[in-house]
């Protein structure tokens, strides 16, 4: 059984209320980086992989794609990114990733945000997307950075006072599962090393065009002071590549 935390009720709440859920792409701290990475969306064909409330999807249909499916384990997920679209070339697909299963070539772009890691093989999911994409086709991708995940304990270490003193890192090289905790439940992801992300791509026959380590924009740092904290260690990791 995939795991599916946001189809539980005080999950889901709590996720819909974090910043990134209700200012949409403007309020994801590395959004300004994954967009520069995407290429050219008029007239493509896009399959985004944890849709989650149809974001990424909008924005392709907004920048003229010719069709866009999002796919996503989570009932509610969808019915929110549903209520939130009004667009007959945007189709909504309940369904883990794990499990997709489309053409030989039938994507020129295929996007993620933030959901590989929680899931248990990226070399299954890195083939299949080399499958579906067209020759030259993109793959754009977001996961928590190998570093964020490395422990169980994805946190600051805190002085007495509770000021942040510093994020370790161990157990790097140990891939595998972290049960951790992320807004009001314990949920499981899946550490890898930056190698195994890189090595998987390679191994299934990508051509790597960009990694990006992204910080948030001027404008976050301005506006949000704990968002300086982010400098200190990468929370997230971009990476782009080529059939």
């Known amino acids: 059984m995939k795991q599916n935390k946001y189809d539980d009720v005080n999950f889901f709440t709590s996720y819909k209320s974090m910043p990134r859920s209700v200012k949409g792409?403007?309020?994801?701290g590395e959004w300004h980086v994954l967009k520069e990475l995407l290429p050219e969306l008029e007239n493509k064909t896009v399959l985004d992989l944890g849709c989650g409330f149809g974001w990424h999807c909008r924005y392709a249909r907004e920048q003229q794609a010719r069709s866009v499916i999002g796919v996503d384990i989570s009932e509610r997920m969808l019915q929110q990114a549903r209520e939130m679209t009004n667009d007959s070339s945007i189709s909504?697909?309940?369904?883990?990733?794990?499990?997709?299963d489309f053409l030989d070539s039938q994507f020129d772009v295929v996007i993620s945000s933030l959901a590989f890691h929680y899931i248990s093989s990226f070399d299954t999911i890195c083939k299949k997307v080399y499958?579906?994409?067209?020759?030259?086709?993109?793959?754009?991708?977001?996961v928590e950075h190998p570093i964020f995940t490395s422990r169980n304990e994805?946190?600051?270490?805190?002085?007495?006072?509770?000021?942040?003193?510093?994020?370790?890192?161990?157990?790097?090289?140990?891939?595998?599962?972290?049960?951790?905790?992320?807004?009001t439940e314990n949920v499981i992801k899946y550490?890898?090393?930056?190698?195994?992300y890189t090595n998987d791509l390679i191994g299934a026959g990508f051509k790597i065009r960009n990694v990006k380590e992204p910080t948030p924009s001027e404008n976050m740092l301005k506006?949000?002071?704990?968002?300086?904290?982010?400098?200190r260690r990468p929370m997230f990791l971009i990476i782009s590549a080529e059939k």
């Open 25 to 28: 792409l403007e309020g994801a």
């Open 92 to 100: 909504y697909m309940k369904m883990p990733i794990e499990d997709i």
């Open 131 to 142: 499958e579906y994409l067209k020759p030259e086709g993109s793959f754009v991708f977001s």
């Open 154 to 183: 994805q946190d600051w270490f805190y002085d007495e006072k509770g000021n942040r003193l510093h994020w370790a890192v161990d157990n790097y090289q140990m891939e595998g599962l972290r049960e951790t905790s992320f807004l």
């Open 191 to 196: 550490h890898r090393t930056l190698s195994t």
């Open 223 to 231: 506006s949000i002071p704990e968002m300086k904290d982010e400098l």
